[in-house]
């Protein structure tokens, strides 16, 4: 995976600023077909609910995903890095997110809020961002103004949605913004298509009182075994597993590894301790 242009100095400075940056059509060509493809396995179109639309014009699937594709999360190395800056440290962990659609009929109401109180037993800090999270609001369709987009607010306007602005922008755009910024979802206003949003976040691997959805409970799920047997050993550190070389892996520790999640110890990287 790699976007279409490099995340600069300057991508990184305006996140500090504003507390959020928008990567206008990101993700590149080559690789969006297959993910809007793995994304329609997940979520309906408009043209497949419109008889029988959801009755909050809204549809939310929990991590994992029916698909291997979504469930491995869009793990590219310049956001992986951005997210490594931000929380200062090289030792982070996917907080897992979900997927989400609109559609016309959805109407929002919501009059702006942080994503602190329901991913962190701490308050928001003013002064330790690190102590947060950084999430990842992923576009694979092109969103206008009338698919309801997400609304965020700089920094500098406080709580004023006046002054919000919204996510749009062509295919593979992505949001990346702390847990601590002002946002708001938006009312459909269009009267056809959807919006798809694929969502993640990374947060420092040492806090353990923060999170969003937890995953540590669903090692035996089929989509999670394949997504960890497909991951490199650097990949699966961000899903919480044990780096090459920790005394945990063992003869037989591997072995029980090997068993389920097919293919762990394929590179050879992993080796017992005793």
Do not use: C
């Amino acid at each position: 995976m790699a976007g279409k242009y490099k995340i600069t100095e300057e991508h990184y400075q305006q996140l500090l600023e504003d507390g959020y940056i928008i990567l206008r059509g990101y993700i590149s060509d080559e690789e969006l077909p297959a993910l809007q493809a793995a994304q329609r396995r997940v979520l309906k179109t408009w043209d497949q609910v419109k008889e029988n639309p959801p009755a909050d014009g809204s549809a939310f699937v929990p991590y994992p995903p029916p698909d291997v594709t979504m469930a491995k999360l869009y793990l590219d190395p310049q956001l992986i890095a951005l997210g490594r800056r931000y929380l200062k440290t090289p030792d982070i962990v996917a907080r897992v997110g979900y997927m989400l659609a609109r559609y016309p009929g959805f109407k929002s109401g919501d009059t702006g809020h942080i994503d602190n109180g329901n991913n962190s037993l701490l308050p928001m800090t003013e002064t330790h961002r690190e102590f947060g999270q950084i999430g990842f609001w992923i576009h694979l369709d092109e969103v206008t103004e009338e698919q309801a987009p997400l609304l965020l607010v700089k920094k500098k306007y406080g709580r004023s949605l006046e002054h919000a602005e919204p996510v749009v922008g062509p295919p593979g755009t992505i949001a990346v913004f702390g847990n601590y910024a002002w946002h708001a979802s938006s009312p459909f206003k269009g009267k056809e298509g959807q919006r798809f949003t694929w969502g993640l976040g990374l947060g420092r691997a040492d806090h353990i009182w923060e999170g969003l959805i937890h995953y540590t409970s669903i090692g035996q799920n089929e989509i999670f075994r394949q997504v960890i047997s497909s991951l490199t050993p650097e990949e699966r550190t961000l899903f919480r597993f044990p780096k090459p070389g920790h005394h945990y892996y063992t003869k037989q520790t591997l072995a029980a590894l090997e068993a389920q999640y097919p293919g762990f110890n394929a590179s050879g990287a992993y080796y017992p301790a005793d």
